[in-house]
């Protein structure tokens, strides 16, 4: 535990103007992150008797080691500044939203000759228009499937398209016209684009105008005795108006909002956000934070802008947002969100009538998620915290492990080895700290060891061993080594910091390394460490039998109660490293088992790969064929296609592929073998 005064600022060195500051713990990684109008002022505050400050302030500085600041112009640029920092930095002790599922979206990828609607999650993508968030992927596809009576716009992926493409037949929702089935040359290129931009503009919340034309359309339709096209005008009019039913009438038509509720208590905070576009609730998201640092409503809506809006632009950042409480510096927040819209953005408190009545229902939503997460003991602060003291108590360790790394070694029968590490921080996985590794051989052996030599044990020691060894370079690149032993560089006062304080790879070291295995592969891991000369890390395994807890000099296991919070959490590490380690294991063997017979002809490139395939239809009739037929595709001469004959002649054919539901053979026909096809990663 670190003393403030060790590293207060001299009197006079902190400038009284705008600016963001930083402080770093003694690895110089970044664990605060925060801005001020006059930073002479906000750092004085961190400074003064400990007994006066916040607890987590106080917990703060005592681990923090240093602290720096930059200046700048205006509070919009320090805002912006924060916003990047907290984003690159990822510091400890800042407020940071965390969800627990990605929300879907309907997307439109505009981007594409031919448009596709579909469900999306993750990072947004150029080129492509998006609605949403909602709370259900199902809520989507149901919507979907009523406006694509009147919007048949391509569904399929890519796959189906050019297998339809490619034979002349569309699939099933363009027999029963739900898509305009562009792959089969029904509609042109232009005709589908304006399908789709037709279908962005409903969802956008242009519904009236849209409604009404159909109405006339009808109306006319029947005047002229052409009652089956009225009929189907009647029923696409029907669909429409059970799509927007869907998304229930709040405000008035032209409200374009967003409204963010808070409920909070000393721990923790949920916040909701309801997106309202043309009067209706367009979608719906939520995050949960852990209150690491002491922060008023005020401070909580503030984070919560610049998590909804910092990779926003033009119209997903709304003319007005509703809100609990207004920010500290309002005109800074306000000016920043107008510069990410474009346009002016008003940030407000409802004061009475509708918006007032709906922020109230975002508020009860707000507590009823907080109330929702309190319940799972995984993410229950007192929860984490018992659990970590029942780990430190059995496992005889002076403080509780704040960090653990956990190791898992994967393969199948000796082929494709790996092994995973992951994070858990405050009892909670830190995803971003999660790594793979590629088992190679022996750790400190000149001879590598292949197949059947490998076994956990030695992977274990390996993958332990280049862990640490990383850990120990980077120690050793930032001057923590020269600092313990006394040595100084000669042009420098005092060991050089870490580069940017930006979160490393393998820079900071766990207080406890878990094993998923028995007694050999904590020995081995503990003789990895040992090697290393590293004795400030505890080692334990977590056998799968009987979920025994290993430890290297202990002849008997530690046996924790079955109601332990304890074991309950190291379950959580192991079970958390054997599935990485699966998902990657798997992704390794399913590439090696994609390879083509054509990846082993010398000179035959990914081009002319596909040349060959599109000429042939499939590695079966490529096959089959002659080297003079082989010789007719553009850009092979005799050689290359002699190359091509005896690579294929060599390579057994491929078992076929099966459909596992349906028992059904699936043939090669869409570019080569069930070996040869590209899938998404698992």
């Known amino acids: 535990m670190a003393d403030p005064s060790s590293y207060r600022p001299k009197p006079g060195q902190i400038p009284d103007s705008p600016g963001v500051y930083k402080f770093r713990d003694e690895h110089g990684r970044v664990i605060y992150v925060g801005k001020a109008k006059s930073l002479r002022q906000r750092l004085a505050n961190y400074f003064q008797d400990l007994a006066g400050l916040h607890p987590r302030t106080r917990t703060m500085v005592t681990t923090a080691a240093s602290v720096e600041w930059t200046v700048v112009s205006t509070e919009v640029e320090a805002l912006q500044l924060e916003y990047s920092w907290i984003k690159e930095f990822d510091p400890r002790f800042n407020v940071k939203y965390r969800d627990d599922k990605s929300y879907p979206y ?42 694509l009576r009147v919007f048949p716009v391509r569904t399929c992926s890519s796959g189906v398209f050019r297998n339809a493409h490619r034979t002349g037949r569309p699939c099933l929702l363009g027999y029963i016209g739900k898509c305009s089935a562009p792959c089969v040359g029904r509609v042109t290129p232009d005709e589908h684009r304006e399908l789709a931009e037709d279908f962005c503009d409903f969802m956008a ?25 009225a009929a189907r005008l009647r029923d696409d009019i029907e669909a429409l108006r059970r799509a927007m039913e869907k998304n229930a009438v709040v405000l008035a038509d032209a409200t374009d909002a967003d409204l963010i509720a808070v409920a909070e208590d000393e721990l923790e905070a949920a916040v909701q956000i309801f997106h309202v576009r043309g009067g209706r609730v367009r979608g719906q998201r939520g995050w949960v934070t852990d209150k690491v640092e002491a922060v008023d409503t005020a401070g909580l809506v503030e984070h919560a802008l610049q998590q909804l809006y910092g990779e926003e632009s033009g119209d997903a950042v709304p003319k007005e947002v509703l809100v609990p409480a207004l920010p500290e510096d309002l005109d800074a927040v306000t000016e920043w969100l107008s510069g990410r819209r ?7 408190i409802p004061q009475r009538g509708d918006k007032k009545d709906l922020m109230e229902t975002v508020g009860r939503n707000a507590q009823q998620a907080l109330v929702l997460h ?15 003291e029942e780990i430190a108590d059995a496992l005889g ?22 092994a995973s590490m992951v994070v858990f921080e405050d009892g909670l996985p830190r995803k971003s ?15 590598v060891w292949h197949g059947q030599g490998q076994d956990d044990v030695r992977s274990m020691h390996e993958v332990v061993s280049r862990r640490f060894r990383r850990y120990l370079a980077e120690k050793e690149q930032t001057g923590e080594w020269l600092a313990e032993s006394g040595e100084v560089p000669v042009d420098a006062a005092e060991p050089a910091p870490a580069e940017d304080g930006r979160p490393k790879k393998f820079a900071y070291p766990p207080q406890l390394v878990v094993v998923d295995g028995g007694k050999p592969q904590v020995a081995a891991a503990r003789r990895a460490l040992d090697e290393l ?17 290993w430890l290297p000099d202990g002849d008997d296991p530690v046996v924790l109660p079955r109601t332990s919070e304890g074991l309950y959490l190291l379950q959580r590490v192991r079970d958390t490293a054997h599935d990485f380690a699966i998902r990657y294991q798997r992704g390794k063997r399913g590439k090696r088992l994609r390879t083509s017979p054509l990846d082993d002809v010398p000179g035959l490139g990914e081009a002319r790969k596909r040349a060959l395939i599109k000429h042939f239809g499939s590695v079966k009739r490529l096959r089959q064929a002659t080297i003079e037929q082989i010789c007719e595709v553009p850009g092979f001469g005799r050689k290359t296609a002699e190359a091509v004959a005896v690579a294929l002649a060599q390579a057994a054919p491929a078992a076929p592929a099966v459909n596992t539901a349906t028992g059904e053979i699936i043939e090669d026909d869409d570019g080569g073998t069930a070996h040869g096809r590209e899938s998404g990663h698992e």
């Open 433 to 447: 700290e999660y790594r793979r590794f590629q088992i190679k051989g022996r750790v400190g052996d000149t001879q």
């Open 342 to 348: 474009g346009s002016q953005v008003s940030l407000r």
């Open 205 to 229: 919340g242009r519904t009236g105008t849209y409604i009404r034309r159909l109405e006339k359309d009808m109306m006319a339709a029947a005047d002229d005795m052409e009652y089956e096209r």
């Open 106 to 147: 309907l997307a439109v990828t505009l981007g594409e000759e031919f448009p596709r609607v579909q469900v999306m999650r993750g990072h947004k993508q150029k080129g492509v228009r998006y609605f949403g968030p909602y709370a259900h992927a199902w809520a989507i596809r149901e919507t979907v499937d009523l406006l």
């Open 533 to 549: 000369g590293i004795d400030d890390v505890a080692v334990c395994g977590l056998a799968k039998r009987l979920e025994e807890v």
């Open 397 to 418: 360790l002076d403080t509780a492990p704040l960090r653990i790394e956990c190791f898992d070694i994967s393969h199948l029968q000796g082929e494709d080895v790996v």
């Open 374 to 388: 309190k319940t799972k003991r995984a993410s229950d602060l007192t929860t984490r915290s018992r659990a970590l």
